[in-house]
């Protein structure tokens, strides 16, 4: 059951761990550039298929994979192995082509800028992304809020790798481990209950926040550790980040 902050409860650890491994979700967490990514995702679709986008597939938390291959089904497309990397090729050309539309169109969420900047001090952080946003457009996603500054964008997880949400979860901290040498105590925060299972299932500790389509009681239900509002108290965030790590980087602040 998901608690508040004051509530949260940690697990005992059997080991000590030098660093923490903070992973974002984007969409609707960081960002909302909904309009500029329905666009184009109806130019990819053509381009693909030929014909105009009637129905695009909801996100709720999923990986653009997943949406490319639903959104061919719900518009009567017979799938083959060529077009998923097609379609993301696509895709990545059509948001890139879109890139100076997201500050028109989209915006960075209530205290986004601030809570990157908060965790990045925390002693031992380090943040990337856990997103189903495809690799390309996640860097430009966040790139255009000035957001991209406070990420290792080389260690993250994204849409266009065919693994469920929990499995890239543990991928990214192995990609972290690799890369920096050291086990992380490794904690997603994300907007749906989809990234609150994601992090049950890998072991990973979850900040949730109520900035998406979820609702508080549905993302305690699910096992959030903590839930927040959104983001624009970043001391808050920070206090949530070391609550649910400190215990597993000696209490360091």
Known sequence: MGLTLGEAI?????????RRLV??????????VTIVTRDAYAEAFRAVTGRP???????????????IFDTL?????????????RFIEALAQSFGDRRDRLTKQGRA?????????????????????LTGTIKSNAVHKLTAFGLNKYIDFTIGGYGEEVYPKASLLQVAQG??????????????????TR??????????????VTSGRSTFAE????????????????SEVVAAVAKLTDRYVGGRH
């Open 73 to 85: 089904a719900f518009n009567g497309i017979t799938t083959d192995d060529s077009h998923l990397p």
């Open 23 to 32: 992973l974002w979700n984007i969409d609707l967490t960081l960002v909302d």
């Open 109 to 129: 969420m209530p205290g986004a800028k601030d809570a990157l900047r908060a965790v990045s001090r925390l002693d031992g952080t380090v943040q990337s992304v």
């Open 53 to 67: 986008l009637v129905k695009l597939a909801p996100a709720m938390g999923r990986s653009d994979s997943e949406i």
């Open 10 to 18: 940690l697990s005992p650890s059997e080991a000590p761990i030098d």
């Open 195 to 208: 990234d609150v299972q994601a992090a049950r299932i890998a072991g990973a500790a979850m900040i949730a």
């Open 175 to 192: 990609r972290a481990k690799d890369k920096y040498g050291a086990p992380f105590s490794a904690v997603l925060i994300g907007d749906s």
């Open 219 to 234: 993302l305690t239900e699910a096992g959030a550790d903590i839930v927040l509002p959104d983001l624009s108290n970043p």
